[in-house]
């Protein structure tokens, strides 16, 4: 991660005073800074696929992946935070291929604090932390019930980051991850999230090779193979070390 925390102060002044200005200018700065990320999602993203977005935020990649996906896909986005949901609704009414669920995503049904930060509208966390602004009570789901109860017809790819619970809503998706042949996922890896949240990167990992699903570090839009070793060896980072994987069988 890489905190210039000028510019943070800055875009969470116009998050909060003037949303217009900061909805144009994230959209921007994401468009270049994620360049090689949006290039990769059109490569593995086809046509008439149906995608998890968890973490939605205010409905960047929503609009991304709604475009690349088309008529024929669908795009589930997940946000719990009110105010980041309020602006996500506004940002995506004009997609016909989103469907919005003011909710975390977890491992359990049910009421859940959502710890606001004070800093970023991008980093509240479903977890204590010390320097939070307010709690936020939102109501929890599991992917797999959505996906029982036909709220989710199918699921063909998914993009989650939700600051290091990540685990947890993979244990509510199990039979998904189980069932599924050729699911591939975007995630961001960080192990001091992972650890704030009650697990660990090495955690993570093994829940995903009891599946038989290997990891992938994206760099520079390039794959490389993640082995465990690498994952034991990097466990420990601290809080700037972060980088996004690709999960797949």
Do not use: T
């Given at each position: 991660m890489d905190f210039n925390y000028t510019k943070i102060r800055l875009g969470n002044w116009l998050y909060k005073n003037c949303f217009p200005l900061y909805n144009y200018s994230y959209?921007?700065?994401?468009l270049k800074n994620d360049r090689d990320e949006i290039d990769l999602l059109k490569k593995l993203i086809l046509p008439?696929?149906?995608v998890l977005d968890i973490g939605a935020n205010i409905g960047f990649y929503a609009e991304v992946i709604s475009e690349i996906a088309g008529a024929t896909g669908r795009v589930y986005c997940f946000e719990p935070d009110q105010q980041n949901f309020s602006y996500l609704k506004k940002n995506t009414a004009?997609?016909?291929?989103?469907?919005?669920?003011?909710?975390a995503v977890s491992d359990l049904k049910g009421s859940l604090k959502v710890y606001k930060s004070k800093l970023l509208n991008v980093d509240h966390r479903t977890y204590?932390?010390?320097n939070y602004d307010s709690i936020e009570e939102i109501e929890a789901v599991t992917i797999d019930d959505l996906i029982q109860q036909n709220k989710i017809e199918k699921v063909d790819f998914i993009k989650i980051d939700i600051q290091g619970y990540e685990l947890s809503a993979f244990k509510g998706m199990q039979q998904?991850?189980?069932?599924?042949?050729?699911?591939?996922?975007i995630a961001e890896y960080w192990p001091h999230g992972f650890k704030r949240a009650g697990t660990s990167g090495l955690e993570f990992f093994e829940f995903f090779e009891r599946m038989g699903?290997?990891?992938?570090?994206?760099?520079n839009g390039e794959l490389t193979p993640l082995g465990k070793n690498y994952i034991i060896?990097?466990?420990d980072q601290p809080f700037e070390f972060s980088f996004n994987i690709l999960i797949k069988k």
């Open positions: 959209k921007r700065f994401k008439g696929f149906h004009a997609f016909n291929n989103i469907s919005l669920f003011n909710n204590p932390v010390s998904l991850l189980k069932s599924a042949k050729d699911l591939q996922i699903y290997k990891f992938f570090l994206i760099e060896q990097h466990n």
